[in-house]
């Protein structure tokens, strides 16, 4: 994130909508393996945040753990964009559905800002319907909620999952698709837990924005991890 995207994102409101504290960035290589010695130190307020989101990355939601998101939430990755914690929680309590098991290999904390925790993770996938296994090295930004970071329990406002080397771009039939997933998997989950959110159906929203290419001349600057 640049320096002015950085102050900017320190002076929003708690209130702002999730939209607001998306960290743009590119990167100079799509290789995001990590290496968990050259992890940074975070405390342990963070660190119970960040084993809340791997066990939700390995198909163990709870309730509880999906707290861990404000109500107006985002969450976005290459296939999904879910844009309320009531579709992010869709998101989590459907993949147990999806993968018969989903391992967190090894991560590495990367940035660790009073706003933001970026950490490089190695996660291997294993599909219910076909007996294959795949693994995905990805870049997971955290943008953190600013009237928690202080707190014994953090929430995030933005989830951002990069699996290349360029920034998404918000726009067009690859984007119409992303939210549309996010939808129709709602469709289909009617378990307990995910009614849990249903009261965040209304939670506050803005403007998608939109990124052109997604690169550099869309806001998306190049970052070195």
Not at 144 to 165: C, E, G, M, R, W
Request: charged residues 30%.
């Amino acid at each position: 994130m640049s320096a002015n995207s950085k102050m900017e994102s320190a002076s929003l409101p708690a209130s702002a909508p999730g939209e607001n504290y998306e960290p743009r960035q590119t990167h100079p290589s799509e290789d995001y393996t990590p290496d968990p010695s050259k992890s940074l130190p975070i405390s342990k307020e963070r660190q119970a945040l960040v084993d809340d989101i791997l066990d939700l990355y390995s198909c163990k939601p709870t309730v509880q753990k999906v707290k861990r998101y404000t109500s107006d939430c985002v969450y976005d990755d290459q296939f999904v964009y879910a844009n309320d914690r009531y579709k992010m929680a869709g998101q989590w309590f459907a993949l147990p559905k999806l993968f018969k098991d989903s391992k967190t290999e090894k991560y590495q904390i990367v940035k660790n800002e009073p706003g933001l925790i970026q950490f490089r993770n190695e996660q291997s996938w294993t599909f219910k319907i076909i007996p294959k296994t795949a693994t995905i090295n990805a870049l997971v930004s955290l943008s953190l909620d600013p009237s928690t970071i202080d707190s014994d329990f953090i929430q995030v406002k933005y989830h951002k999952d990069q699996a290349n080397d360029k920034d998404y771009s918000h726009e067009g039939l690859g984007f119409s698709f992303k939210k549309w997933q996010a939808d129709q998997v709602m469709k289909h989950m009617d378990s307990p837990e995910v009614k849990e959110f249903e009261a965040d159906k209304g939670a506050g929203k803005e403007h998608i924005r939109e990124y052109g290419s997604g690169a550099a001349e869309g806001n998306a600057p190049t970052q070195e991890l």
